[in-house]
């Protein structure tokens, strides 16, 4: 643990929670994607199976069972509770475009070849590219919300410090993971022209 990646998670949660409290106050799921949130919880779900099997601290298994929870909340409150308001018609993104290569390249490309590894690794890729849907819902629609914008800004920080966390690692512990490095710098870089039209507007 560094101060990078407790900011990373911290802003990670925060995104989340922004979200959340945004569908919860306006009993709407306006302007947001029902399908990125679907691959965030699929990430997450993919990514914590080894909370059955890998304990590591209370810390890491709180944050995981957050994580999933909070995900799935959000699935619930856009298909379920609110989904009067969900636009589908503007969430149009296709998924298979992103889940079949992300499904291919983790059984080509993943540290081990066991079931959790490979299912880490998928939830690794599909991660650096769950935000697209959003993305393409705002290019689609020409606008976001306030509270959709900083939930955005909050997502693209954590990777950025995630990004901080793995140079403080490779330079004190000599730690570099390769798969998760090369994910999330695809992920940041997604994020960018987000950025630029954050900070400008």
Known sequence: MNIFRILG??????????????????????????????LFALV??????????????????VMKVIFLICA???????YVKFRKTFDSEND?????FLLVPVTGLSFLENHSF??????????????SVAILPQLFMISKTGEAETI???YLFFLGLYRALY?????????????????????????TIFYCDFFYLYVTK
């Open 148 to 150: 959709t914008t900083h």
């Open 92 to 96: 149009s993104f296709r998924l298979e």
């Open 114 to 127: 066991t079931p959790l590894e490979i299912l880490w690794t998928f939830s690794i890729y599909l991660e």
């Open 44 to 61: 997450f779900t993919t990514r914590y199976l080894d909370l059955f099997t890998n304990f590591i601290s209370v810390y890491n298994t």
């Open 9 to 38: 998670d911290v802003s990670h949660l925060l995104a989340i929670v922004i979200l959340l409290l945004k569908i919860v106050k306006s009993k709407s799921c306006a302007g947001i994607s029902g399908k990125s949130q679907i």
């Open 163 to 187: 990004i901080a966390n793995w140079v403080w690692r490779y330079h004190t512990e000599n730690f570099y993971d390769q798969i998760a490095v090369v994910s999330g710098v695809v992920q």
């Open 72 to 78: 799935y909340v959000t699935v619930f409150m856009i």
